[in-house]
């Protein structure tokens, strides 16, 4: 084997040039990296979310259908309580009595009510009527006598 370089001689230090454009394309190599690195970890969370999403929608939709026929049962249960039917077979309960041909007004006019309740030739809207104007007699002194102030 040949020497090319005596073993005698000590080799003077070699001083590399720094390339700044390999810095330059590491760099950017690094961020490009990180860039689609985090990308992907933004996709990731937002499938993750979306699947999360998508299991609560899903249940909330089976509370929403769970509500709806529970709201269809209360509703038949209202209708089963409020029949007449049932109201007439309460009614005869407590002691109530159908009502008599006698009692019905078709016209609409309000029946005679007893002697002790009103006086002679009065019903029940002359008197609430009389009650009115008695009101509006106590109020009126007092608008009046708010209005002869002087300013």
Request: net charge positive.
């Given at each position: 084997m040949v020497r090319r370089v005596p073993s005698k001689y000590r080799n003077t230090p070699v001083a590399r040039e720094v390339d700044k454009a390999a810095l330059i394309r590491l760099a950017m190599l690094l961020v490009s990296g990180l860039a689609l690195a985090g990308g992907f970890v933004y996709a990731g969370r937002q499938h993750f979310a979306a699947l999360r999403y998508g299991y609560e929608t899903e249940n909330l939709r089976k509370v929403r259908d769970e509500l709806a026929e529970e709201q269809r049962r209360f509703l038949l249960e209202r209708e089963a309580v409020i029949s007449p039917a049932r109201l007439e077979r309460a009614a005869r309960q407590l002691g109530l009595q159908p009502m008599q041909p006698a009692?019905?007004?078709?016209?609409?006019?309000?029946?005679?009510?007893?002697?002790?309740?009103?006086?002679?030739?009065?019903?029940?809207?002359?008197?609430?009527r009389a009650a009115n104007a008695r009101t509006k007699s106590m109020r009126s002194p007092k608008i009046e006598m708010n209005r002869n102030k002087p300013i």
């Open positions: 009692q019905i007004d078709p016209l609409g006019r309000l029946a005679k009510s007893t002697p002790e309740s009103t006086p002679p030739g009065q019903n029940q809207w002359s008197r609430s």
